[in-house]
């Protein structure tokens, strides 16, 4: 292998190889309103604020167990998971006896806990554990993902070993950008506003006027395009600058929610007078719209992935002044080290042959970084986590 110059390179933190058409679950609808905490909108009691769910749709042929699978969230721009919980058919509902699958052709709906809307309550397969707890039987970090705000980013994770939680789990599908926050309604985001937002024009004008709407991560219902069958491993955030004095942050994510999502309800019409209670969830627990393939579900994910993140190590980790990256039996096209924050930084790795290769991390500062691998084939990439001192 040849010298490698590394310099930062903005990308995801987790990333699996891609996926065929049709051939793994992926995200196919969102929801998050805008209802007020206290206010009845029809349900058994008052709201909490916390009308939210997110949908899986199984594209494929086979029926799905869902024993590997887990939703996480980035909270507020995090790098790492702030909630991750496990899927798990008919907890927190009235039918907690049923297999923990998925048929084909059918959808699964994670919702809040504390959503009281009947339509979500109905539509519900699982709610998620209560706001932030510190435990639970579906609980892997931190408590209840479906807590999302419009600048979280939201993952669907599957674990090649079968069970949620036990060893790496491998993004499948990814809403907004990892380890950063997106634009808030004036093109600027500071470290708790903004919300994923974007327009396509294959979208249809608003009624009565030329405007094609945003589609919006925060006080809308979202579905997936019917074009769509298969997540999203990485979505790239772009480098952000900071001006001093100033603490707020100028983000550009590059990131368009509207390139594969659409809004079929508004808490707001554009134009028109804010309506919390006028949002629908009437697609919630159906994907009826999908046009894509229904393919064959992958019985083990990415073997190849797997193979050559086996075949990588990094040591020592921490490590102070040098790191060695070990390779053995892959071929290596390219290696990148990164932070979490999308800027450059310089590093140098040195070695004669494919087997070991140093990496000069004497002129960083101690933190958290990540290393980029990419096969030489350009098919597979993986992510090691690199601690220095």
Known sequence: MNKHYLVLSAALLLSGAAHAQGTELFFSEYDEGAHQNGVSYGGATTSTGSERAIEIYNPT????????????????GSATPTEEERLVKGFGTANTNQPNTMNTRTTFVLASGEATLPVIRNAANQFSVGHAPVSGPTVIIGGGTVYFNGNDAMALVRYPSGTAGVGNGIIVDLIGVIGQLPQDFTGAATTSSGNWRGTNPLDSPYPGTTYIPNVVSENQSLTR??????????????????????????????????????????????????NPGGQLYDQLGQHNDYAGPYGTYQTTISGTLEKFNANISIYPNPAHGTATVEIKDAKVGSITVMNNLGQRIGAQAKGAGQEKLTLDVSSLKPGLYFVQIWSADGQTKIYKELVVQ
């Open 61 to 76: 042929t086979s029926t799905v167990s869902l024993n590997a699978y887990s939703v996480r969230r980035y909270a507020n």
């Open 225 to 274: 395009r019917a074009s769509v069958s298969r997540g999203v491993q990485s979505t790239v955030p772009t480098v952000y600058t900071v001006t001093p004095p100033s603490t707020s942050y100028n983000y550009s994510s590059g990131y368009n929610i509207a390139d594969e999502w659409v809004t079929y309800s508004y808490s707001q019409p554009p134009g028109g007078v804010a």
